[in-house]
Nanobody
Framework: QVQLVESGGGLVQPGGSLSLSCAAS????????MSWYRQAPGKERELVAI???????HYADSVKGRFTISRDNAKNTVYLQMNSLKPEDTAVYYC?????????WGQGTQVTVSS
């Protein structure tokens, strides 16, 4: 079955960097778009970045120029490199894919940006 497992979250100071990974299994990874979402306390889950099977990407305005999404189809893994982190980036970050109109989510990884 489809599985998405995130890793790499943690506590970082403002201005710092973190790299998230999402290991995928149970489907033909290279054929599907992969995305990162985040949800801060009391807020709705929002799209952070998406990378399509052709490797083209799209970012939320709030992270453009600071975050980079990438994928390694040989490793069935999608990454999110986060630089110049701000306190408002604090959230649980989720990996997601959509197959045949069904959404699959990982369990999430906590990112906390604080001094």
């Amino acid at each position: 079955q489809v599985q998405l497992v995130e890793s790499g979250g943690g506590l970082v100071q403002p201005g710092g960097s973190l790299s998230l990974s999402c290991a995928a299994s149970g489907f033909s990874f290279s054929d599907f778009a992969m995305s990162w979402y985040r949800q801060a306390p009391g807020k709705e889950r929002e799209l952070v970045a998406i990378i399509f099977s052709a490797h083209n990407t799209h970012y939320a305005d709030s992270v453009k120029g600071r975050f980079t999404i990438s994928r390694d189809n040989a490793k069935n893994t999608v990454y999110l490199q986060m630089n110049s982190l701000k306190p408002e980036d604090t959230a649980v970050y989720y990996c997601k894919t959509t197959i045949a109109w069904r959404h699959y989510w990982g369990q999430g990884t906590q990112v906390t940006v604080s001094s």
